[in-house]
């Protein structure tokens, strides 16, 4: 009986685990966007809904992005990481993302601000008749502000961009922050001699060094 109940307990904190890294939950962009239920959101999974914010003392330090073939999706983990002694200031959130059929690509600078949050809501299959086949994107939202005591050096900035569905991972470190996000979709890619459709977004992440 001992015996059953220890493996009872295993099977249970098992399930516990796997329910985490395959959180899931409701987003409702906007200004602020905002999660409608208590499930967990980060780390998303693919075709679901994906939220992390920072608090205003925190900047993200980590992405994630785990490409999905069989969705056509990709799995988010955002990272924050707090940043001691500073204090916030004019925290906000940028409007949310055109999707693939109306633009191709955003872009959001920060300026002397950089990233504290991620919203972004998976769209669902929808036929784009200019290309006569159906594509899937996400509707994107970042938070973005300053601390008072953080500036950025924004001579010592460089960009970090992202392969086509793959997964990938954006790390600025301990003393630097993302100040910049340029996004495109992509519908075709080329192997060898041939081009192939592609159902992805590649990114372009500008990493700035600071004061920290």
Known sequence: MAGKTLLMVALTVMLQEFSVVLGDCKVELGTPPRMTDNDDCNPSKADKHQFKECSSNQVISHIQSTWK??????????????????????????????LRHENATFIYDFGSSFLKGMASVHTGRKWVRALHKKLEDREFQFKYGGMNNIELKTNLCWPVNTPLEKSWTVNPGIGYVIRKIKSHYLTTK????????AYDRVWTFTICSTNE
């Open 69 to 98: 073939s069989g969705n056509k999706d990709r799995a988010w983990k955002v990272t924050c990481r707090t940043i001691e002694g500073a204090t916030g200031q004019d925290d906000k959130w940028t409007e949310k993302s055109e």
């Open 190 to 197: 080329q192997e060898g001699y041939k081009f192939k459709d």
